[in-house]
């Protein structure tokens, strides 16, 4: 039975049927006995394993095929009309060639199979700000992780009446072939089509597909952006709440700090940290010329392997109920899960991630690289009480960040907007286990948006500077990196909790009450302005983390800065006339800086 009469949203659904041709079509409810029979048929198909329901209630664990376990950027298209709009860092094919081709693998793709409808909400329903979509799918286990990332069901299209402005998903696993996986967005259409996979980012329409790649081309359009950003609250002694944004690539932290626990000496001041998000930030200029972050999502897609009672006790807490496991071992004794580095014991006698037997002294990993949980944002303990405010939270400031074992320094910020925006272009990381590919290797990531930008990069900067004309009253930028390493290879900042340290340094330069030195490329720390105290860190050996380390990853080497102007320059000239003047300007003028 459909539930809607909205005429777009069936004439549609008609016709990617025609296409399909599924043996018969569910609408997605939002109802907890829908969902219950989906998980129920999910099981005795073997799509999904129940786990012990006193240990873990409401959870489940799921594999996906072993060549299909994180996003293929490779196989990832911006459809516009022209290469131009959609720019030299996105793989680009015609509309027409897309739908063409795609259109040959959907065909009689769902025979056999039931297609899902599942009517869904970026932002909380009745937000000025939340966006409609709906994905077609035929895999229960999309329905069901689309439950948790979004607001889904029978709500959504009441909020949606007639009107045409949704998000058209269309997902069917097909074969889970390779040579013919594609994720293709139609950025001009409000369309997204993907096949032939059953993985997270792939698959899950409403994540990057549409909160970032579509949306970010709507933000261009609308006069608002979607970044891949966590959001964050500083609540203070007084009782005053700041809001923090900070854009990291994939696998690099985002879902840590929005989580954090400050150290010990801070809990007994009276800090305290909120996540209100930990991937995605829609942002909106607000009425008081600053810029203000809502979370579109309803729950935490976030990486398995590291996370633990220290690292990060919040996401454990979050995933004891209501949660999906995909691609960690499987504890067949106790119908429990496990990663590397949950803690230091292993269990025997269980499955790793591709369903074979597994023997922790192996040497091989139990768990995916990138095997990740689907967890309620609800359960978080420190879920902020604004997380699903329709007015978003105010920031004071917004960070980049990525994994550099050289060059950034621990934090440095901007000077202004423009060269906060130019800090965000040069963004550079290691590439992580999150897409397919190698890993480790340094690549420019712009705004950490590299994969997620769904117009001309150029662009997207260009955009990024216009807003800041119109802010009065705009963020202070930074830039943060947890990652620099030793000649030996160990990290030289202790990261995590200890990142809070930082971040009251970031919040104590945006009311104006620090110093700082200023460098060739902005603003950096006074190592005695950061704060040590009650700091137990390690390096290596017998080697303390203290003020003359920290000394140490506050260094701006020009050498290694010269390099990076070299890789900007390259990475710039890709642009062409899209490039920014400001954007230019600020490049020459760090050379300069660095030469001087
Ligand atoms: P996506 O969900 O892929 O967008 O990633 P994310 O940015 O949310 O990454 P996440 O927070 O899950 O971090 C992934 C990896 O980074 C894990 O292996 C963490 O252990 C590691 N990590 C996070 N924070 C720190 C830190 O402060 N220092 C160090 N050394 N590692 C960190
Ligand atoms: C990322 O890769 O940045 C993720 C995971 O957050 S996925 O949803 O698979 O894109
Ligand atoms: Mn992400």
């Given at each position: 039975m459909a539930l809607t009469t909205n005429k777009a949203v069936l004439n549609w659904i008609d016709e990617m049927a025609a296409m399909t041709t599924p043996d018969n079509i569910v609408w997605i409810d939002g109802s907890e006995e829908q969902a219950e029979a989906l998980r129920a048929q999910a099981v005795a198909t073997g799509e999904m394993i129940k786990l012990n329901q006193e240990k873990l209630p409401g959870c489940y664990y799921h594999r996906t095929?072993?060549?299909?376990?994180?996003?293929?950027e490779g196989r990832t298209f911006i459809c516009a009309p022209t290469k131009e709009l959609a720019?030299?860092?996105?793989?680009?094919?015609?509309?027409?060639e897309a739908y063409a081709m795609a259109s040959e693998i959907f065909k009689g793709s769902m025979k056999g199979r039931t297609m899902y409808v599942i009517p869904f909400s970026m932002g909380a329903i009745g937000s000025?700000?939340?966006?409609?979509?709906?994905e077609l799918t035929d895999?229960?286990?999309?329905?069901?992780?689309?439950?948790?990332?979004t607001r889904t069901g029978k709500a959504v299209l009441d909020m949606l009446g007639d009107s045409e402005d949704f998000v058209h998903g269309l997902h069917a696993k097909c074969d889970?072939?390779?040579?013919?996986?594609?994720?293709?967005?139609?950025?001009?259409?409000?369309?997204?089509?993907?096949?032939?996979?059953?993985?997270?980012?792939?698959?899950?329409?409403?994540k990057k597909c549409f909160a970032l790649r579509i949306a970010s081309y709507q933000g261009w359009k609308e006069g608002w952006m979607a970044e891949h950003m966590l959001i964050l609250g500083i609540e203070q002694p007084n009782g005053e709440t700041k809001y923090i944004s900070a854009a990291f690539p994939s696998a690099c932290g985002k879902t840590n700090l929005a989580m954090l626990i400050p150290p010990k000496e801070y809990l007994e001041k009276g800090y305290k940290v909120w996540c209100v998000g930990d991937d995605i930030a829609w942002l909106r200029i607000n009425e008081n010329g600053g810029l203000s972050a809502v979370n579109p999502e309803a729950g935490f897609f976030g990486v398995a392997p590291g996370t633990n009672e220290k690292s990060n006790p919040n996401a454990l807490a979050s995933t004891r109920k209501g949660t999906i496991f995909t691609n960690v071992v499987y504890n067949q004794n106790d119908g429990t899960v496990w990663w590397e580095g949950l803690d230091k014991n292993p269990p025997k006698g269980c499955d790793d991630w591709k369903g074979n037997p597994w023997d922790p002294e192996s040497g091989v990993k139990g768990a995916h690289p990138n095997s990740r949980f689907t967890a309620p944002a609800a359960n978080c303990p420190c879920i902020s009480p604004k997380w699903e405010d329709p007015a978003g939270v105010p920031l004071s400031a917004i960070v980049f960040g990525g994994r550099r074992a050289k060059?950034?320094?621990?934090?440095?910020?901007?000077?202004?907007?423009?060269?906060?925006?130019?800090?965000?272009?040069?963004?550079?990381?290691?590439?992580?286990?999150?897409?397919s590919g190698a890993v480790?290797?340094?690549?420019?990531?712009?705004?950490?948006?590299?994969?997620?930008?769904?117009?001309?990069?150029?662009?997207?900067?260009?955009?990024?500077?216009?807003?800041?004309?119109?802010?009065?009253?705009p963020p202070k930028v930074f830039n943060v990196n947890w990652f620099r390493l030793n000649e030996n290879g160990k990290f030289m900042w202790p990261g995590f909790g200890d990142n809070f340290r930082v971040l009251e340094w970031i919040l104590k330069r945006c009311e104006g009450s620090v110093g700082a030195d200023e460098t060739a490329i902005g603003y950096v720390p006074k190592a005695e302005d950061i704060n040590l105290e009650g700091l137990d860190y390690t390096i290596e050996g017998d080697k303390k983390m203290d003020i003359d380390a920290l000394r140490e990853i506050l260094k701006v080497e020009?050498?290694?800065?010269?390099?990076?102007?070299?890789?900007?320059?390259?990475?710039?000239?890709?642009?062409?006339?899209?490039?920014?003047?400001?954007?230019?300007?600020?490049?020459?003028?760090?050379?300069?800086?660095?030469?001087?």
């Open positions: 095929a072993v060549n299909d376990v994180a996003r293929v720019g030299p860092t996105n793989n680009w094919m015609d509309p027409a000025p700000f939340a966006k409609v979509g709906i895999s229960i286990y999309v329905v069901l992780n689309m439950r948790i990332m889970i072939d390779e040579e013919k996986r594609y994720i293709l967005q139609f950025p001009q259409d409000n369309t997204i089509w993907s096949c032939n996979s059953g993985y997270g980012g792939n698959v899950l329409l409403g060059c950034a320094p621990l934090v440095y910020q901007s000077r202004d907007w423009n060269h906060g925006v130019f800090v965000g272009s040069i963004m550079a990381s290691e590439t992580t286990a999150a897409a480790g290797v340094v690549r420019r990531d712009p705004m950490a948006m590299l994969p997620f930008c769904g117009y001309n990069m150029g662009d997207y900067w260009q955009h990024w500077l216009d807003m800041g004309k119109k802010l009065t009253n020009p050498s290694y800065w010269l390099e990076d102007v070299a890789s900007i320059k390259e990475l710039y000239a890709k642009f062409g006339t899209h490039l920014p003047k400001e954007l230019a300007d600020e490049l020459d003028r760090l050379e300069a800086n660095l030469t001087k």
